[in-house]
């Protein structure tokens, strides 16, 4: 049998017990006050990021935002408030300035490939970050002006219109390529940029066009008609030589793509009254070239135009496989168009 404790002992023991019963009243005590504490700042947080920080659900992703020059912090923050960029003005005017950035917003279109917070926002606003990346744009061989207005429409400052109304007489006279254009580029910086390179490419080209006898209308007009018309480069020439051939015995060209040109049929789409409609495109019943070109040629067709193959042929078909046949002779031809067509 244990010997029995002491009165002090006792006393002592039931002392320590009620400190440690104290002390646990205390802890729980504390960590419901920190605990409170951490729901009530975590909630002011989460509802601070939910509706002033986070992106808003309208953000403008892929589309251009622009911050005019010359506007101050308070007009660039509401109207990108307006746009849905963010979600409060005030806030994003409080960051700029308390990063030092309000004398330092950058104008410009800026574009934004992700819904981006407002700090991001500010930041871009603050070094210029604009996320304009170049876009590549293919501009196929042959490709009227109508035809680019399609490919250019993925631009948002593109204006179909106004390139179409401004392009008139430049059928043919902006070259066909590969481009690397901004997203706000607009219609006067392609066709500057279209025209420039057509007239690099002619430069090199300068010295056959001194030599010829025939104009650099005639020549772009007669390589929209090879565009069209061949696959490949030594058609090209043999096509070259047959039209040539048929100007200079005075005989109309009686090509089939002027019509795709203007009503946009071919070959084996054209009906009798095709054939003899009123149209200064229609080669069947005009003679001369069309009065503009139908089409964007490229290098190698404008230098078909002017390096033609000498040959006797003045007729030409291509059958449903692409294959063009020739023939000096209206019989043969016919023969042909019964054999292929």
């Not at 490229?298 to 059958?319: N, V």
């Not at 023939?327 to 067509?341: D, E, G, V």
């Amino acid at each position: 049998m244990p010997e029995p404790k002491s009165f002090f002992e006792e006393l002592f023991e039931r002392g320590h017990y009620l400190l440690d019963r104290l002390s646990l009243r205390w802890d729980l005590h504390a960590n419901r006050r920190t605990i409170m504490i951490l729901v009530v700042g975590g909630s002011i947080a989460a509802l601070t990021y939910l509706f002033v920080i986070q992106a808003p659900a309208s953000f403008p992703v892929d589309k251009l935002i622009e911050v005019p020059q010359g506007q101050s912090l308070a007009e660039v923050a509401r109207s990108l408030e307006e746009r849905g960029v963010v979600r409060s003005a005030l806030t994003l005017r409080l960051i700029v300035k308390l990063t030092g950035g309000e004398r330092n917003v950058h104008a410009g279109d800026y574009l934004f490939k992700e819904p981006r917070d407002v700090f991001s926002v500010a930041r871009a606003l603050i070094v210029g970050a604009y996320g304009l990346e170049p876009t590549r744009i293919l501009i196929p061989e042959g490709a009227t002006m109508k035809e680019m207005a399609v490919v250019f429409a993925q631009f948002e400052r593109f204006d179909a219109e106004k390139f179409l109304a401004q392009t008139v007489e430049q059928e043919g006279y902006l070259f066909p390529d590969t481009y690397f254009f901004l997203p706000n580029v607009t219609a006067d910086t392609l066709i500057q940029a279209m025209r420039q390179n057509f007239d690099e490419k002619i430069a090199s080209l300068q010295t056959q066009i001194a030599s010829s006898t025939r104009s650099l209308e005639d020549i772009v007009i007669m390589a929209s008609i090879i565009e069209r018309e061949a696959r490949n480069s030594v058609d090209r020439r043999k096509i070259s030589g047959v039209l040539w051939n048929r100007l200079a015995r005075g005989m109309p060209l009686q090509v089939d793509v002027t019509f795709l040109y203007t009503i946009g049929k071919n070959t084996f789409q054209l009906t009798n009254e095709d054939l003899v409609s009123d149209s200064p495109y229609n080669t069947y019943i005009n003679k001369g070239l069309p009065p503009t070109p139908i089409g964007s040629p490229s290098l190698d067709s404008l230098q078909a135009a002017l390096e033609p193959t000498k040959s006797d042929y003045l007729y030409f078909l291509a059958d449903r496989n692409g294959v063009t046949h020739f023939c000096k002779t209206y019989s043969c031809h016919m023969a042909n168009k019964a054999r292929y067509l």
